[in-house]
Nanobody, 119 residues
């Protein structure tokens, strides 16, 4: 089992920055891909960014050039640096971990942290 705890959400004005953190505990050696997803009110959860244990990254088109995902393997923690925030970035942000190969029963989610961008 893996437990994920997010932190760093909050209220920020448009154009501002926030940094989210996700700390993993438990069987962290099984994690291959770490990610961030978000869910806006009335919308489906969507991918924001992922990073693998080999530091390969992937971003949603809507955040490219503004958000950066990174990780600290020694701390079993990954981060999402969010710059130039827009109103449409508002939502609950969830961190996610997966194994490789992928098994649904070994996919884990954090509890979510609210990010609110105001005008």
């Amino acid at each position: 089992q893996v437990q994920l705890v997010e932190s760093g959400g909050g209220l920020v004005q448009a154009g501002g920055s926030l940094r989210l953190s996700c700390a993993a505990t438990g069987r962290t050696s099984s994690i291959n891909t770490m990610g961030w997803y978000r869910q806006a009110p009335g919308k489906q959860r969507e991918l924001v960014a992922t990073i693998t244990s080999g530091d390969s990254t992937n971003y949603a088109d809507s955040v490219k050039g503004r958000f950066t995902i990174s990780r600290d393997g020694a701390k079993n923690t990954w981060y999402l640096q969010m710059n130039s925030l827009k109103l449409e970035d508002t939502g609950v942000y969830y961190c996610n971990s997966r194994t490789a190969p992928y098994y649904a029963r070994w996919e884990y989610w954090g509890q979510g942290t609210q990010v609110t961008v105001s005008s």
